[in-house]
C-alpha cells in the first residue's frame, strides 16, 4: 500500500512539475514577444529597429554564454573543429540571424495575433523542407494534413483587419528560415552526435549571427540611429528585454531536457491562443470571426500533425522495448543452451 501510495506521489510529482516547466517557457516565451511587440511599434515605445534589437540580444546572450562557459566554466564547451564550425554552425548561424531579424521586423506591421496565426505554418515549411532535401519520405495523408493547415491560415490571413503585404511577407520568410535552420541542425550537427544545450548553442551561434547581422545594420539601420534621437541607448528596457529573451532559450532547454519537443510544441499552440487573447484583449487588435475560423481549421491540423507524431513517437518507443525484450530473451536462451550443452558433456565424461 506504501509503495503503490508512493508511485502515485511520484507520478504525480512528475506530472506538476512538467506542468511548471511548460508554464515557465510559456510565461517567457509570450513576455518576449509582447515585449519585442512594444519596443518596435511606432504607436508603443517607438523604437522601429528590428536589426539593432536582434544585435543587442545577440551580443547581450554572446556575452552570458562566454562568461558561463569560459569564465565559470559551468557549462563544457563541445569539441569542434574549425572545419565543422564553418560547415555546419555558420550556416545554422546565418539561417537563425535572417529568422530574428525578419521575425522581429514582422511586429512593426502587423498584429500580436495575426502573426501567431501566421507562425502556424511552421509544421507546413518544416515538413517541405524536410521532403526536399530528402530528410523525409513523402506521404499523401501528411501533405494533405499540411494543405488543411494552409488553408486555415489562407482564411485567417483574408479575414485580417490590418493586413499588410509586406508584413506577411517578412513574417513568411521568417518562417521559412526557421525551418531551413531547424532541418539543417539535424542534418549538420544531430546526424553527426553533436547535440548544444541553449548555452552552447549561444556561444558558438550568437556571436556568428552578430557578425551576419552587421553588414545589414550599417547599410540600413545605423545612418538613421546616428542622425535621430533614436540612437540614445535605454538600459533598463533593452537589458530586461535582452534578459528575458536569454532565459527564454534557458527555458527551452528545461522544457525539451525534462519533457520532450513534442511537449514544446503542444504548449506552443495554448500559448498562441493566449497571445491572441492578449492581443484582442488588452492590446486591443482587432480579430475578427474569419481570423478564428481559418486560425481554428489551422490549429485543428496543427494539432493532427502533433497527434500523429506522438503517435510515431509512442510506436517508435515500443518497438524498441519490443527488440531489448528479445534480445534480452535470446542472450538468456543461449546462456541455457550453454550451460546444457556442458552437463551432457560431462554426463557422456562420466
Not at 554564454?65 to 563541445?78: M, W
Not at 500559448?271 to 487588435?285: E, G, P, Q, T, Y
Not at 513517437?313 to 541455457?336: C, F, I, N, T, V
Request: hydrophobic fraction near 50%; aromatic fraction near 14%.
Amino acid at each position: 500500500m506504501g509503495k503503490g501510495g508512493s508511485l502515485n506521489e511520484n507520478v504525480v510529482k512528475k506530472i506538476l512539475l512538467s506542468y511548471l516547466y511548460v508554464g515557465i517557457w510559456i510565461f517567457l516565451s509570450f513576455t518576449v514577444i509582447v515585449y519585442n511587440k512594444y519596443i518596435l511599434d511606432k504607436k508603443m515605445y517607438n523604437w522601429p529597429f528590428p536589426i539593432s534589437l536582434t544585435m543587442i540580444h545577440m551580443a547581450f546572450c554572446s556575452s552570458i554564454a562566454f562568461l558561463l562557459v569560459r569564465v565559470f566554466k559551468i557549462v563544457e564547451p563541445i569539441s569542434m573543429s574549425r572545419e565543422l564550425y564553418l560547415s555546419s554552425v555558420v550556416p545554422i548561424g546565418a539561417l537563425y540571424s535572417l529568422s530574428l531579424w525578419f521575425s522581429n521586423s514582422a511586429y512593426i506591421y502587423l498584429s500580436v495575433s495575426f502573426i501567431q496565426m501566421l507562425k502556424a505554418l511552421m509544421p507546413v515549411a518544416v515538413y517541405s523542407i524536410s521532403v526536399s532535401l530528402k530528410k523525409e519520405s513523402f506521404k499523401t495523408e501528411t501533405m494533405a494534413n499540411m494543405l488543411s493547415i494552409t488553408v486555415g491560415v489562407a482564411i485567417a490571413a483574408y479575414g485580417e483587419a490590418r493586413f499588410d503585404s509586406w508584413g506577411v511577407i517578412l513574417q513568411l520568410a521568417a518562417v521559412a528560415f526557421e525551418a531551413t535552420r531547424l532541418v539543417l541542425i539535424q542534418i549538420l550537427l544531430t546526424s553527426k552526435g553533436i547535440t548544444l544545450n541553449p548555452i552552447t548553442s549561444l556561444y558558438y551561434v550568437a556571436p556568428c549571427c552578430l557578425l551576419f547581422l552587421f553588414v545589414p545594420w550599417i547599410l540600413v539601420e545605423f545612418p538613421i540611429l546616428k542622425q535621430t534621437s533614436s540612437f540614445h541607448f535605454d538600459f533598463a528596457i533593452f537589458g530586461t528585454n535582452s534578459l528575458c529573451a536569454f532565459a527564454l532559450n534557458l527555458a527551452v532547454f528545461l522544457l525539451i531536457g525534462k519533457t520532450s519537443a513534442l511537449t514544446m510544441n503542444v504548449a506552443g499552440v495554448v500559448k498562441d491562443w493566449f497571445l491572441i487573447a492578449f492581443s484582442w484583449s488588452v492590446i486591443r487588435d482587432t480579430v475578427t470571426p474569419v481570423n478564428l475560423i481559418g486560425y481554428g481549421l489551422a490549429f485543428l491540423g496543427v494539432a493532427y500533425y502533433n497527434h500523429t507524431k506522438l503517435q510515431a513517437l509512442k510506436a517508435k518507443e515500443a518497438q524498441k522495448k519490443s527488440a531489448e525484450a528479445d534480445e534480452e530473451s535470446g542472450l538468456l536462451m543461449e546462456e541455457r543452451e550453454g550451460g546444457d550443452g556442458l552437463g551432457r558433456k560431462n554426463d557422456s565424461q562420466d
